[in-house]
C-alpha cells in the first residue's frame, strides 16, 4: 500500500478484509477464509505535515502484537467494568494533554474522545474499550498517536478436587482463558511462532512464584490450562499475567517490508531476537479458606517425598510414596513399617522430595526406646546419605512421631523416617 499526503492533518484508515476463498468456475474449492471480525479492524494513522517541536514521548510500551486483557466475564458471569485500564507516563517539553477515541469498528472518528487527567505523578489512567483504540497525546501544538488493542475475556476458574465448593488448602485450582489470540501469527517464509513448544500463559503470585501454562506451539489460544495447588489462606493474587511466544524466523516487524515477489522459506530460521513475553493479562484473586486442618494435611503433602531407595548392604529397595489420594498414600507408607537388621552393612537412604524449595531433616529412635530420638545431620536431596552402623541388632527405624496432630489419624502404622522440611512442614514416610 502507498500512501500519499494530499492536505495537512491527520488521517485514520481502516483495514478490513471479505470473505476469501479458491473458486473453480464458480464452486468452492474448499479453500476459503471468513470476513475479518470487526474488532480486529486494522488501522492506519497518518499524520501530513505534523510536527513534534514539543518532543513527545508516549512511553506507550504496547505494540501491535501487544493485547491488553480484560475480565469481561469470570465462569460465564459478566463483570460490571468491560475495558481495561492502562497506566503509561507520557514526557514533552511542554503541558501534556491526553484522550483516547473509542475503537472504529462501531463508532465514528472523531466522534468518541474521552479526555483524561494526569495521575498525582504525571502518568495517565485510560480506560480502553474492546477493539483498536487510538491514543492522542498534545503539546503544544504537537500531537503523537498510538493504537492500542484492548480485549475482553472469559476467565475460567475451577476447583478440581472440591468443584463448585470454595478454595481451601491443599485444593488444586484449574485457570484457563477463552478468546485469547495469538501475539505472532504464522507467516511463511518470515514468522513460525512457538516452535518447539513456546507458546504458554504464565503468571507470578504475590511471592514471586511462577505459574504456567503448558508449552505448545499454535493452539495456545485453547490449550493453556494453568493448574496449581493453594497453599496459604487468605486472598491470593496472580499478578504480571502474559503471553510467552517464541518464534522461529526473521525479526519481527518483517512483514511490513515484503517485497512484491515475496518471500521464500527460511530454512535456516533461528530465534527472533525480541522478547518472547507479550500482552496483559487481567489480574486474577483467589480467595483461600483457612481451614486449620486441611492446612495441615498440605503441609503432610507439600513435603512429600518424590522417591526414597534405602539400601542395607547389597538390598535396595525403592519406596514411591506419591499417590492421588490419602488412601493410596497410606498404603504406600505401610508397604514397610519396619527394617530391622543385624550385621549386614550400613544403612543408607537417598531421598528425592516432590517440590524442589524444601529442606530435609531425618532422626530415628530405637524400638525400644520410643522417645529417644536422635537426629540425622546433613540429609540432602537426591545425595545418599548413611544413616547408621547396622550392627545393632533388633534395633529398627521409625517415624509417624506421637507429636504428629491426631486429627491425622488415617495415618495409623509406624513407618520408618520422619522426614521434616524447613521451618515447620512435616512429612512421615
Do not use: C
Given at each position: 500500500m502507498?500512501?500519499?499526503?494530499?492536505?495537512?492533518?491527520?488521517?485514520?484508515?481502516?483495514?478490513?478484509?471479505?470473505?476469501?476463498?479458491?473458486?473453480?468456475?464458480?464452486?468452492?474449492?474448499?479453500?476459503?477464509?471468513?470476513?475479518?471480525?470487526?474488532?480486529?479492524?486494522?488501522?492506519?494513522?497518518?499524520?501530513?505535515?505534523?510536527?513534534?517541536?514539543?518532543?513527545?514521548?508516549?512511553?506507550?510500551?504496547?505494540?501491535?502484537?501487544?493485547?491488553?486483557?480484560?475480565?469481561?466475564?469470570?465462569?460465564?458471569?459478566?463483570?460490571?467494568?468491560?475495558?481495561?485500564?492502562?497506566?503509561?507516563?507520557?514526557?514533552?517539553d511542554e503541558e501534556l494533554s491526553v484522550r483516547v477515541h473509542d475503537p472504529l469498528h462501531n463508532t465514528v472518528w472523531g466522534e468518541a474522545w474521552t479526555s483524561y487527567d494526569a495521575n498525582a505523578d504525571g502518568s495517565y489512567s485510560v480506560k480502553l474499550k474492546e477493539g483498536r483504540n487510538i491514543v492522542e497525546v498534545t503539546a503544544g501544538n504537537s500531537a503523537v498517536y498510538h493504537a492500542v488493542n484492548a480485549r475482553g475475556v472469559q476467565v475460567n476458574i475451577e476447583n478440581k478436587t472440591n468443584p463448585d465448593q470454595p478454595f481451601k488448602i491443599g485444593d488444586t485450582v484449574k485457570l484457563s482463558f477463552e478468546d485469547l489470540s495469538q501475539p505472532i501469527q504464522k507467516m511463511a517464509g518470515i514468522y513460525n511462532p512457538g516452535f518447539p513448544g513456546t507458546c504458554w500463559i504464565q503468571y507470578e503470585t504475590g511471592k514471586g512464584r511462577m505459574l504456567q501454562s503448558e508449552g505448545v506451539q499454535y493452539d495456545v489460544i485453547i490449550k493453556n490450562d494453568i493448574e496449581f495447588v493453594l497453599t496459604q489462606p487468605g486472598d491470593l493474587k496472580l499478578v504480571n499475567g502474559q503471553m510467552h511466544a517464541g518464534h522461529l524466523g526473521s525479526k519481527l516487524g518483517t512483514h511490513r517490508n515484503i517485497p512484491a515477489s515475496g518471500m521464500l522459506p527460511n530454512l535456516n530460521a533461528s530465534g527472533g531476537s525480541n522478547s518472547p513475553l507479550f500482552s496483559t493479562l487481567p489480574d486474577i484473586v483467589l480467595h483461600v479458606d483457612d481451614d486449620r486442618e486441611e492446612q495441615e494435611l498440605y503441609k503432610m503433602t507439600h513435603a512429600q517425598l518424590h522417591s526414597l531407595?534405602?539400601?542395607?548392604?547389597?538390598?535396595?529397595?525403592?519406596?514411591?510414596?506419591?499417590?492421588?489420594?490419602?488412601?493410596?498414600?497410606?498404603?504406600?507408607?505401610?508397604?514397610?513399617?519396619?527394617?530391622?537388621?543385624?550385621?549386614?552393612?550400613?544403612?543408607?537412604?537417598?531421598?528425592?522430595?516432590?517440590?524442589?524449595?524444601?529442606?530435609?531433616?531425618?532422626?530415628?529412635?530405637?524400638?525400644?526406646?520410643?522417645?529417644?530420638?536422635?537426629?540425622?545431620?546433613?540429609?540432602?536431596?537426591?545425595?545418599?546419605k548413611t544413616l547408621l552402623d547396622t550392627t545393632q541388632r533388633g534395633k529398627a527405624i521409625y517415624g509417624n512421631h506421637r507429636d504428629a496432630k491426631r486429627s491425622l489419624k488415617d495415618i495409623r502404622r509406624p513407618i520408618p523416617f520422619a522426614w521434616k522440611t524447613n521451618p515447620v512442614q512435616v512429612i512421615r514416610v
Open positions: 502507498r500512501i500519499t499526503g494530499v492536505k495537512p492533518g491527520v488521517s485514520i484508515i481502516k483495514v478490513t478484509h471479505d470473505a476469501v476463498g479458491d473458486f473453480n468456475n464458480g464452486s468452492a474449492s474448499g479453500t476459503y477464509a471468513n470476513a475479518i471480525d470487526p474488532v480486529n479492524t486494522g488501522l492506519v494513522i497518518v499524520s501530513v505535515d505534523g510536527n513534534d517541536e514539543a518532543n513527545i514521548e508516549t512511553n506507550i510500551e504496547q505494540t501491535e502484537y501487544d493485547t491488553i486483557y480484560y475480565a469481561s466475564k469470570i465462569n460465564g458471569e459478566e463483570q460490571d467494568n468491560q475495558y481495561a485500564e492502562y497506566t503509561f507516563q507520557p514526557s514533552a531407595e534405602v539400601s542395607i548392604g547389597a538390598v535396595k529397595k525403592m519406596w514411591n510414596p506419591v499417590a492421588s489420594d490419602w488412601e493410596a498414600l497410606n498404603g504406600n507408607r505401610n508397604m514397610a513399617d519396619r527394617w530391622t537388621y543385624a550385621g549386614i552393612g550400613a544403612l543408607k537412604v537417598q531421598p528425592v522430595t516432590v517440590n524442589d524449595d524444601v529442606t530435609l531433616s531425618a532422626r530415628y529412635f530405637p524400638e525400644d526406646d520410643f522417645g529417644s530420638f536422635t537426629e540425622i545431620p546433613d540429609v540432602t536431596m537426591g545425595s545418599e
